[in-house]
């Protein structure tokens, strides 16, 4: 018997992550991190079996292995294949992010100003062309004011301020979620600004607001995030994460 | 049939201060290194640089090398992740930056091997892509409608056109014909078709018997019209990985250490990048061994 008496905040936000995948259907699911990818995989092996997901590299998984294991596999998705199904909307990813503000504009290029930041990162990766053509989520480890700012240094996702409604070939973004530490969020506030969906058991309205640069919709009426189920839970602790790596994401206090 | 043979000190010899180059491979994955290396122990100088960054570009920052980027990201793609060059250089404003959206390279790449002035893309739109490149990239209205009748906006990336190329793949023949042994092929073949000159080192020099024996047809990426030069240089891509071994860790972390202090720094030159390539590969090997 899996106990369910002793659900750590990390299986809360490994089954936040899962359900960003709900409904998603045959699509690439191509989490960034390690408990978006715990998600995505959960996802698979519970509502959403048909997800395509790739190694990491350029094969795409027959099965649904545990964190850092292996697999069969069905496919082949390098580099230029990835570039051709995000432009064609069969995808939904799961990105970090350095930052992220109200609207759900993200950097993970670089503090500072553009042509001399103070400090370098990545770089824009893939984030204004994921944000574009396909449902884009964020998973954020560690919630507070550094990285939910009040405006992004540098918008490499596009957030709901920048569409241009006059311009049709902003039809396909759709910034999806926010799952943190503290909760699960969306942009269904005034004018798509970030909304709490739910709160993890133990999180107050006020910790979060604490924590957040700017103020987030919905905060006070908030749900206590849905508890893992069972099978869930014997999923996440026995098949995909037994040496627990979701932890080192979100610490058991 | 031409036999295209030559030395990577001949590879610099053709190129110029103040070129666009392409460097094949994608972060810290089958990188030119070889060529790298060549360019850092001659006095090329003000280069624009076109690449899917990870050391090369970082390499050629810690020498001065750079004046401008064209780059989607620079990652060293395992921890500690960020290049200490590229970032020493971004954060003194050393270098002109023209950050980009990872497809909207390709798409740039696309445009220079189909002579195009721009292929049109989604990506870029509603980002700072624009910001970063002060007015030099546009937009294109669509001739055509939407489906609810009105006319699209797209980001017109423009041609990356190179003045050279430089790839590094696991196996060749002596007239260019060239193959990936690898997972993936990253864009090698576009940065070929994007320049006016097509260096390409690799593993092995083989006969063509040899090259299209020991691979499937698919694996040949390139084909002799591709390229204009051919380097035979075993471990070449060393530290990335390339198709027949694996990322040496070890080492690149070494090199981000390194990085750290002028004296570490200047102790690395001396070893790795200020001696030719055959004394580096000895030095990687006694770095293997002592560690």
């Known amino acids: 018997m899996t106990s369910t008496e002793t659900i750590t905040r990390a299986e809360y936000c490994a089954v936040a992550c899962a359900e960003i995948f709900d409904g998603a259907g045959e699509i690439v699911a191509s989490p960034m991190t390690p408990m978006a990818t715990l998600g995505a995989r959960l996802a698979r092996l519970t509502t959403e079996p048909d997800l395509l997901m790739s190694d990491g590299e350029a094969l795409l998984f027959a099965d649904t292995p545990p964190l850092g294991g292996k697999s069969p596999i069905e496919g082949w998705i390098p580099f230029h294949k990835v570039f051709d199904v995000l432009a064609s909307g069969r995808r939904h990813v799961v990105m970090g992010a350095n930052q992220i503000d109200r609207f759900g504009n993200q950097n993970l290029s670089a503090f500072g100003p553009h042509q001399q930041p103070t400090r370098q990162m990545f770089g824009l990766r893939g984030a204004p062309g994921n944000t574009i053509n396909h449902a884009t989520s964020y998973w954020v480890a560690k919630h507070n004011k550094r990285v939910f700012v009040d405006a992004v240094d540098i918008v490499c996702g596009v957030g709901y301020d920048k569409v241009d409604p006059d311009n049709p070939a902003f039809r396909f973004h759709k910034i999806h979620r926010v799952v943190t530490n503290l909760g699960v969020f969306d942009f269904e506030g005034p004018d798509h600004t970030m909304r709490a969906r739910s709160l993890h058991p133990g999180v107050t309205p006020e910790e979060v607001a604490e924590n957040t640069s700017f103020e987030v919709a919905g905060l006070a009426d908030a749900p206590v995030t849905a508890a893992p189920t069972a099978e869930q839970l014997r999923i996440i602790r026995e098949v995909l994460d037994p040496k627990k790596i979701r932890e080192r994401e979100v610490p058991t206090a | ?291």
């Open chain 2, 1 to 291: 049939m031409k036999d295209k043979r030559m030395s990577l000190d001949d590879v610099v010899g053709e190129l110029r201060s103040g070129m666009t180059i392409g460097i094949g491979g994608w972060g810290s994955r089958r990188k030119p290194m070889a060529l790298v290396r060549a360019i850092l122990r001659s006095d090329l100088t003000d280069l624009t640089v076109v690449t899917y960054g990870g050391p090369d570009l970082g390499l050629l920052c810690s020498a001065g090398k750079v004046r401008k980027a064209y780059y989607g990201f620079v990652s060293l793609d395992s921890a500690p992740f960020y290049d200490p060059w590229f970032g020493k250089a971004r954060t003194t404003g050393a270098i002109v930056s023209r950050e980009m959206d990872e497809g909207m390279l390709k798409a740039g790449l696309e445009a220079a091997a189909a002579r195009l002035p721009f292929l049109p893309i989604r990506a870029g739109l509603g980002s700072d892509v624009f910001t970063f490149w002060e007015g030099e990239l546009k937009t294109v209205t669509s001739p055509y409608p939407a489906p609810d009748g009105r006319s699209e906006t797209l980001t017109a990336m423009p041609a990356l056109n190179l003045d050279a190329a430089l790839v590094h793949l696991d196996l060749a023949d002596e007239h260019g014909n060239a193959a990936y042994t690898g997972i993936d092929p990253y864009f090698d073949d576009l940065y070929c078709m994007a320049a006016e000159r097509r260096y390409l080192t690799a593993e092995r020099v083989v006969s063509t018997e040899e090259l299209v024996k020991t691979v499937a047809p698919q694996q040949l990426l390139l084909n002799r019209m591709m390229v204009d030069g051919v380097i035979e240089a075993p471990n070449g891509a060393h530290f990335t990985f390339a198709g027949d071994y694996k990322r040496d860790e070890k080492f690149q972390r070494h090199y981000v250490e390194a990085a750290k202090t002028p004296e570490s720094w200047q102790q690395f030159t001396d070893t790795y990048l200020a001696v030719s390539e055959d004394e580096y590969q000895a030095a990687v090997r006694r770095f293997a061994e002592e560690a």
